[in-house]
């Protein structure tokens, strides 16, 4: 079973950029896709990206496209989630999770093990 611990968190102004990382525990990891996903104040969680077990295929919202970046390291089972030009609505609390499929999922259901989050707070 995989354990999921995200880290990298904290406060930025509008425009920075945050690296937030997502360590993993269990011999199963480079077998499983890796999802983002967030939770704005007040909203639903939402997807963020998804990486596929090989990290040759990844795919991103809309909301995120050619800001955040995911990337993995299978031998430090380690999943990376660059985040560039930040901005006030990307405020939320961030996940990292385990997904069921190969190639990821947009949806939470994809997804069988969540670590318990870091805070990304942007100000303007």
């Known amino acids: 079973q995989v354990q999921l ?25 480079s077998r499983k896709s890796m999802g983002w996903f967030r939770q704005a104040p007040g909203k639903e969680r939402e997807f963020v990206g998804t990486i596929s077990w090989s990290g040759e295929h990844t795919y991103y919202a809309d909301s995120v496209k050619g800001r955040f970046t995911i990337s993995r390291d299978n031998a430090k089972n380690t999943v990376i989630l660059q985040m560039n030009s930040l901005q006030p609505e990307d405020t939320a609390v961030y996940f990292c999770a385990a997904g069921r499929f190969p190639l990821g999922s947009f949806k939470d259901d994809g997804y069988d093990v969540w670590g318990q989050g870091t805070p990304v707070t942007v100000s303007s």
Not at 7 to 15: F, K, T, Y
Request: charged share 10%; proline share 0%; glycine share 24%.
């Open 5 to 29: 611990v995200e880290s990298g968190g904290g406060l930025v102004q509008a425009g920075g950029s945050l690296r937030l990382s997502c360590a993993a525990s269990g011999r199963t990891f």
